[in-house]
């Protein structure tokens, strides 16, 4: 059956209204009618509903069973990004997503080759929310993780600090993600990752991850691309928290 996310305002006891967009899609392109099965995810629970009524601007449903979505990491993994140029970002967060990720925070460093301002930034966060939207869908998410808007270099810094456990990778250095990821001391708690972009850090930027409390993580002895490293440390903490 098509899956599709909804908003919890929208739902009641008995039923739920889809609305927007994908009530739209569900009349025209899908052409479904009254009768035909969904399913329906919001709040990590997924609702099998059934359709009572459909029009281009609403599809209203009943609900016939609901059951809690077994797909989510049960630690909440925050990927700080620095800003790649836009089509590396675009794959980053698809990729982050499917892998579990809770939310995406776009970062600018100084070595950053893209270099959007946060109003130049905000037309194209819409697109961006768009990726992860679709590939929560794919992936069987019970969230639709957010892109969030862009932050400098110290107060991203300072966010990713207040997370439970937070690393910072450098192609320098640090301690491999074996020695300070496990699953028993991860389980239920905040995980923050800052990566770099195509140049990586400063020095002086990773000396001030490490002033805030936070672990420099090496990933072994190869450089990897701006794109290859966020998807190779996501899937690395989610192993070893036990979340693949």
Known sequence: ???????????????????????????????????DGLVLCSDKTDYIAKILSISDKEVYCEILSKSPINTEPDIELTLYQAVPKLDKLELIIQKAVELGVAKIVPVITSRCISRPDKKSFAKKKERLNKIS?????????????????????????????????????????????????????????????????????????????????????????RILRCETAPISAVSIIMALSGNM
């Open 1 to 35: 059956m098509p899956r599709f996310f909804v908003d919890k305002n929208n739902i009641t006891e008995n039923h739920i209204t889809i609305e927007g967009g994908d009530a739209l899609h569900i009349g025209r392109s899908l052409r479904m009618k009254i009768g």
């Open 133 to 221: 939207l679709e590939a929560a869908k794919q992936s069987n998410r019970g969230i639709i993780p957010e892109v969030s808007d862009i932050l400098d270099f110290k107060t991203a810094v300072l966010r990713l600090s207040e997370n439970d456990f937070s690393f910072v990778c450098y192609e320098k250095g640090g301690v491999p993600f074996s020695s300070v990821v496990n699953t028993s001391d991860f389980r239920n708690k905040s995980v923050g990752l800052l990566i770099g972009s195509e140049g990586g850090f400063e020095e002086s930027e990773i000396e001030y991850c490490e002033n805030k409390g936070i672990k420099t993580i090496s990933m072994g002895k």
